[in-house]
């Protein structure tokens, strides 16, 4: 009986990756081996970034309402405690958009939860 190797379901494997190495420099995009390892190592990357992108984005957004806080006379945590204890339920990426783009209304939400909390 011949001998089989699955040599279709290998080279499909094999392209698989090399297309997904395309845009890699030299031996990345067109040694086997070395693409594969690329192509995993980017994987796991990517993988872990998708968790990180959520961290740092909710990090950027407590430091941006922190600055604007701060230009209004408070702090982070004291608005934050305020907006709560006023039961305003804004989230960090809205509150954050608001100091960015709208400062009147901003100070609103400050004054608001200032009031509310009292």
């Known amino acids: 009986m011949p001998r089989a190797k699955n040599s279709p379901a290998s080279r499909r494997r094999r392209k698989g990756y090399l297309k997904q190495a395309r845009g890699y ?34 990090k950027l957004w407590i430091v941006r309402i922190n600055a604007a806080a701060r230009k209004h006379g408070t702090t982070y945590s004291q608005l934050i405690h305020d907006l709560d204890s006023a039961g305003i339920a804004l989230n960090r990426k809205v509150l954050a958009d608001l100091a ?19």
Not at 42 to 56: I, M, N, S, V
Not at 100 to 116: C, K, L, W
């Open 25 to 58: 420099v030299g031996g990345r995009r067109k040694l086997y081996r070395t693409a594969r390892e690329a192509v995993e190592r980017g994987r796991q990357y990517a993988y872990r970034d998708r968790r990180r992108k959520k961290r740092d984005f909710r």
């Open 100 to 118: 960015v783009r709208d400062d009147e209304a901003f100070a609103e939400v400050i004054e608001t939860a200032r009031t509310g909390s009292s």
